[in-house]
């Protein structure tokens, strides 16, 4: 069984901060080795100078010391010709670390040694190397550093997910190899973007590294202790593992060939500190630029300062740019199947004709439709689908914005996805008909960090009763996580789907039978998930048919349990948007009732035969009304639908009128459970199609009525809520700057320290875009603003703004439950609205609510320093 880490690094680190060492090129450097010398061969060359550097720092109170093999990868000591001789210099190093702390330990303060493991100079995300070349030539660096005794290892400097992953495969191949375990740092490195090097955002970092057995995961290098606050707090918010922090002494500047840093050991220290007792951290240490002067301060700083408490583990799967939890609300995760060559045949055709680009763009375009992940299966007769799913993963990393799962039932075409696939992806999937194979993928998806489907197949077959279906993920779970060594959040059990339309009688109880697993796993496997091929239920059914039945499947698994859906979400309709008697022909085949005479699948056929499903006559599709078109999300019939009304009615009693009532109703709809999140999102679609048509017919008002900044936070990629609020607000005489999506709370920070906005608009429609939102808060507050903040989207609620967001900010922060209120509450804010302020509290009883003029003199008032029209930042 595979061990987790429970170490001396994870029992100190409940204890207290522990201190790692500082620049170690730097002091090297400072003692006269020329800049782009092999430090790595120094070991060896000039023993001496190595431990008496260790020895300013252990001198200085670090508790770790990290050995001079920073560089000390084997392709990387090639380029200085030294790449045979990996393993004696990695161990050589050790050896040296080792003397030095043992030197400087004592029973009250025990010093260890980390092995550096640094990326060296091949990125595989950009095609410089092989995932497989790399975790080769990792391998002597960590055998000889496990060799010379280190007491953990430090993967440091991650400028591409990949690159830090076959590091880790190769730790772990060697961890196996010698029977010896240590713990793991795992690090990166942050741009001034707040991503690596390859633009992988820090949700991403953490849903790639997360799954591995490694003890901590943190950030260093970079630009200095505050830029990456907001990294930190992210960080400190969600991971599970413990969190470590080595920034830079600052930026650098060169000078005679040598780069400089400024920033003095004291400033580091105190910038540390706020990082320590702000968002809070476990392991603190200093990178290029730090002196034993660097860490001499440190200690003294954080030393009292209370170690942050790791997090309950949250499930994530990312793409190479940013991260989607698997766990949503409302469910399901919607995983989307136009990219599987057996159930698209628009995919398959652009497969066998070897169209790559072609295949990327039905990737894209899975998104708009809602998908939050995509399923890929590549497999054809006639093509080499190992050599098919390399070139594609390729593109589809470096160019797609959505998790993958890897659909295969060949081992060699999985390991290519995997290898190529930057962030965590999905394996779909191992059974138990060839337990060996099961195995050899476990093993896999524990090297490579991805998750797992567990389908409910043996060697008797496809499990079909919910005792077999149980039964078997019983099996399943002790093969993948009791004895395979992956975490219960790791897997998903596809429990399976029959199709209902063959009129088979084995298969008439089978979506029942499919329900009462779904349920009765909650129970059994209360950290795993359960996924399904919706669309399976409905194989062999005309469109229509397949459709509705679709739909109300997906309902009723949904309030199974099921977390994740395998479908086609362009193909799915909302519940509401199905007559009663659609919804009841489904669910009497779902549930093989009997109602009259007939059998359920006859009467399904019999109803989407008649005239009451067939298409509706070309006169009814033009006379259907622009707020009809919301609600179904159709962009098509909108834009005449919307050209028809402006013949009769002005602009803005059109969006007054029809527009937002109608968003309102898909609100209400989502709100009650009858539509889900991808259709939200095609009626936002609509809308914005409308407001395209409108906005030439809008009067410009007065731009000096007031400024809003507006922003879709971190992780978030959904922008038409935000885009909505800009075009109703903008549209009544307001600027109007619209940051766009993914911005971190610094750039949010630095657009309102430049525009100076009356008020701050945070969008977000994800659950973890709501959690994400009091970071910003804090940010903004601690850089001393006091501006208003209107918080909006469709994961947050109006208890959350109050109880979460408003005590973290000194200034008001204001729930906008749509665009309508969002417009309102500006015009409050500015004193626009006459009538009434917006609050984000009911007023006390035998109280009234303040005047927008009283509102505006309490922002305005809260301090003398914000000056003007608008709030400014205070300095300090």
């Known amino acids: 069984m595979i061990q987790r880490p429970g170490d001396w690094l994870t029992r100190l680190c409940r204890e207290r901060i522990v201190f790692f060492d500082g620049g170690l090129g730097t002091a090297l450097q400072a003692a006269g080795v020329p800049a782009g010398a092999c430090n790595e061969a120094l070991v060896e060359t000039e023993p001496g100078l190595v431990r008496k550097v260790h020895g300013q720092f252990l001198a200085a109170g670090a508790d770790v010391i990290e050995t001079d093999s920073f560089g000390g990868a084997r392709h990387t000591l090639a380029e200085h010709g030294l790449g045979e001789r990996c393993f004696d210099l990695n161990r050589l190093a050790a050896e040296l670390a080792r003397r030095a702390a043992r030197e400087h330990s004592t029973p009250a303060k025990p010093r260890f040694v980390a092995g550096s493991i640094g990326p060296g100079s091949k990125l595989p995300s950009m095609g410089h190397a092989a995932f497989a070349a790399l975790r080769a030539d990792f391998r002597p660096q960590v055998d000889g550093l496990l060799a010379g005794e280190v007491d953990c290892l430090i993967i440091e400097t991650g400028q591409d997910l990949l690159q830090v992953k076959a590091t880790l495969a190769a730790a772990l191949d060697a961890f196996e190899a010698a029977n010896r375990r240590v713990p793991v740092v795992a690090q990166v490195t942050l741009n001034e973007h707040g991503r690596t090097l390859t633009g992988s955002d820090i949700g991403a970092v953490l849903a790639a590294l997360e799954p591995y057995p490694v003890a901590a995961i943190g950030l260093n290098c970079g630009l200095g202790p505050e830029s990456l606050t907001a990294a930190v707090r992210f960080l400190a918010g969600h991971s599970s593992k413990l969190v470590s922090v080595m920034p830079n002494a600052g930026l650098p500047r060169i000078e005679a060939g040598r780069a400089i840093y400024d920033l003095p050991a004291e400033e580091f220290a105190a910038r540390m500190k706020r990082l320590a007792s702000g968002p809070g951290l476990n392991i603190a240490g200093g990178c290029c630029g730090t002196t034993p002067e660097h860490v001499r301060r440190l200690v003294r700083a954080l030393e009292n300062e209370t170690p942050r408490r790791p997090v309950s583990c949250v499930p994530r799967i990312a793409s190479l740019f940013g991260a989607q939890e698997m766990r949503v609300e409302p469910r399901p995760l919607f995983i989307g199947e136009r990219t599987n060559a057996g159930g698209s045949k628009r995919f398959r055709d652009l497969l066998l004709a070897g169209d790559y680009v072609g295949m990327v763009k039905a990737a894209e375009e899975q998104k708009a439709e809602g998908a939050q992940a995509m399923d890929l299966s590549i497999a054809a007769a006639g093509r080499d689908e190992a050599a098919d799913m390399a070139e594609l993963a390729n593109r589809l990393n470096s160019n797609v914005d959505l998790p993958v799962m890897v659909d295969s039932t060949r081992y060699d075409a999985t390991e290519a996805a995997l290898e190529r696939l930057s962030g965590r992806c999905i394996v779909n999937s191992v059974n138990l008909e060839d337990p060996a194979r099961a195995e050899q993928t476990v093993a896999l998806c524990r090297r490579t960090g991805a998750a797992l489907v567990l389908m409910a197949i043996d060697r008797k077959g496809m499990a079909m009763t919910c005792e077999r279906k149980l039964e078997a993920a019983e099996r399943l779970y002790d093969l993948a996580v009791r004895r395979g060594g992956l975490a219960p959040q790791d897997i998903l059990f596809d429990l399976l789907t029959f199709t209902l339309a063959s009129g088979e009688e084995s298969l008439r109880e089978s979506a029942v039978e499919t329900l009462k697993a779904i349920r009765q796993s909650k129970g059994r496997f209360p950290k795993s998930l ?65 109602t009259g005479a007939g059998k359920p699948l006859e009467a399904l056929l019999a109803h989407f035969g008649g005239a009451a499903r067939r298409q509706q006559p070309a006169a009814a599709v033009a006379a259907a009304t622009a707020a009809e078109c919301v609600i179904a999300g159709d962009r098509a019939r909108i834009v005449p639908a919307v050209q028809e009304l402006l013949k009769t009615r002005a602009a803005t009693d059109i969006i007054s009128a029809e527009l937002l009532p109608a968003m309102a109703e898909v609100g209400r709809r989502f709100e009650a459970g009858t539509t889900v999140l991808p259709f939200v999102l095609r009626s936002a679609e609509a809308m914005r199609v409308a407001f395209d048509v409108l906005k030439p017919h809008l009067p410009p008002g007065d731009r000096g009525r007031g400024t809003l900044l507006l922003a879709t936070v971190r992780g978030d990629v959904h922008d038409i809520g935000k885009n909505l609020v800009d075009m109703i607000v903008s549209s009544n005489g307001f600027t109007v700057w619209n940051l766009g999506v993914r911005q971190t709370p610094e750039e949010v920070l630095a657009a309102a320290r430049e525009h100076r906005p009356d008020a701050v608009g945070l969008s977000g429609l994800l659950v973890e875009s709501a959690r994400a939102m009091r970071e910003y808060v804090e940010t903004l507050a601690g850089a001393g603003l006091s501006m208003p903040v209107i918080c909006g989207g469709a994961a947050l609620t109006r208890e959350y703004v109050e109880n979460e967001l408003q005590p973290a900010y000194p200034g008001r922060v204001y729930y906008a439950k749509d665009a309508l209120e969002g417009l309102r509450i500006i015009q409050a804010i500015t004193g626009q609205d006459r009538s009434n302020s917006m609050s984000t509290k009911k007023p006390k009883k035998g109280t009234a609510r303040k005047s927008a003029r009283g509102i505006r003199a309490e922002f305005r008032g809260r301090d003398k320093r914000l000056l003007g029209p608008s709030a400014r930042c205070r300095r300090g």
């Not at 048919?545 to 949904?558: D, E, G, I, S, Y």
């Not at 519940?575 to 009841?584: F, I, N």
């Open 530 to 594: 359960t996924l399904l091929g919706i669309s399976n239920v409905s194989y062999g059914l005309k469109p229509d048919a397949r459709r509705a039945l679709n739909t109300v499947f997906l309902h009723h698994a949904v309030e199974a349990g099921l977390d994740a859906a395998i479908l086609h979400a362009g193909r799915i309709e909302p519940l509401a948007a199905l007559d009663r008697e659609t919804v009841a022909r489904c669910e009497d085949l779902i549930f093989n009732r009997r």
